[in-house]
């Protein structure tokens, strides 16, 4: 078989324009807060917070009961424009969206 390497001639970002997500629940930033909150910031300019305090500590808390150490909450990140933290654990978007365009917050498990 023979191959070529690959160059900006024949990238295939040259044949097929990059993809820009235009879905407004897709989460730009996140920054966790004291009191195990999340500040967020959504690719259409609207932000606010997640309060995620009751969930995490709650008897049904499930994989949520994991962020309750201050260093596992703490390393939030983003996927494709989605809230995650290490072992798969992730937050729907377009819910926490729905929420802070109408509430300024998303408040979980209260």
């Not at 235009?22 to 930033?29: E, G, H, I, L, Y």
């Not at 609207?46 to 703490?74: D, Q, R, Y």
């Not at 798969?88 to 926490?96: G, R, S, V, W």
Request: aromatic residues 10%.
């Amino acid at each position: 078989m023979h191959t070529q390497p690959v160059t900006q001639k024949n990238s295939s970002t040259t044949l097929v324009p990059p993809i820009y997500p235009k879905a407004p629940w897709r989460v730009a930033s996140v920054r966790a807060l004291d009191g195990y909150r999340l500040h967020v910031c959504f690719i259409d300019g609207t932000e606010g917070e997640v309060w995620m305090n009751a969930l995490i500590h709650s008897p049904g808390a499930g994989v949520f009961g994991s962020l309750s150490e201050p260093k596992v909450f703490g390393a939030v990140g983003l996927e494709h424009g989605v809230v995650t933290w290490p072992g798969e654990i992730d937050l729907a978007p377009d819910a926490m969206y729905d929420a802070i365009k109408a509430h300024g917050k998303w408040v979980l498990g209260a």
